[in-house]
């Protein structure tokens, strides 16, 4: 047999003969197998980033109630300073934006009559400044309550994956109507402890209540009162109030 050696042609080949010999043994090795490819979505997981289910990585974050309307200076901020009264003890953070905010300016004097009159820290109320509604405030929201289908809209499609957890102030509570607080209760119950997987437990049941109380459409919205009359401002918090009653019952039956 014809000695080789290890870093050289066998005796009697040269280098080049060597060489083409080498590559030609490693072209016919077969080739490794491709990695493997993390597999698709599952539908399940799929369909739960549709409906916005809660993320997992903001357990840590308080619960998050977004009010939306469209100058961000009359029904927003009036529901924004009415909820957090009642919820902020509970450890929900509630804030607003409008569609078409405009921004910097406070509520009009009305509106903080309103609100006064409600009971809310006029400090808190002359605070509020309006701001553009932008996605991060969306991605960041586990409940967003508009103030008329316009703006629900606007929301859904700014981003799909927030439609089930986006209702008009006067829809969320024609649906809770129907929805005891025992319901409420035993569904946050089946999901845990987690607050925010209580809560959301309780928005796929107000989900689950649609078809049972009709709506003419005009019904789920809260007139708006910018640049109105003191009467016009006074139907809007008389539309707005018994609808926020309905959201800070459901939200304390998803927390307690």
């Known amino acids: 047999m014809t000695p080789q050696h290890e870093d050289g042609p066998p005796t009697g080949m040269s280098r080049r003969e060597w060489r083409e010999m080498q590559e030609a043994a490693a072209a016919a090795e077969p080739s490794p197998p491709p990695a ?12 739960a980033a549709l409906l916005g289910a809660p993320d997992a990585r903001d357990a840590a974050a308080p619960l998050t109630i977004l009010t939306v309307c469209t100058g961000n200076i009359c029904r927003s ?13 509970l450890g929900v953070r509630v804030h607003s934006a409008g569609t078409h905010a405009l921004v910097g300016h406070g509520m009009p004097e009305p509106a ?3 609100a006064a009159r409600e009971g809310v820290d006029p400090e808190v109320a002359a605070a509020h400044q309006a701001r553009y509604l ?53 569904a946050a119950d089946a999901a845990g402890a987690s607050p925010r997987e209580r809560l959301a437990a309780v928005l796929r049941a107000v989900n689950d209540q649609r078809g049972l109380t009709p709506s003419s ?13 003191r009467e016009t401002y006074a139907r809007s918090a008389a539309e707005l109030t018994p609808a926020l009653v309905e959201v800070e019952r459901l939200v304390r039956d998803a927390l307690m």
């Open 134 to 186: 932008v996605e991060p405030l969306l991605e960041d929201a586990d409940l967003i309550l508009t103030m008329a289908r316009e703006h629900r809209s606007h929301v859904v499609k700014m981003m799909p994956s927030r439609l089930r957890r986006t209702f008009t102030v006067r829809e969320f509570a024609r649906l809770a109507s129907t929805l005891s607080s025992a319901d409420a209760r035993a």
């Open 36 to 47: 493997p490819q993390s597999a698709p979505p599952s539908e399940a997981a799929s369909l």
């Open 77 to 89: 901020p009036l529901a924004e300073v009415l909820l957090r009264a009642e919820l902020e003890p």
């Open 112 to 114: 903080l009559e309103l």
């Open 217 to 229: 459409g005009d019904d789920d919205d809260v007139i708006d009162p910018y640049r109105r009359s």
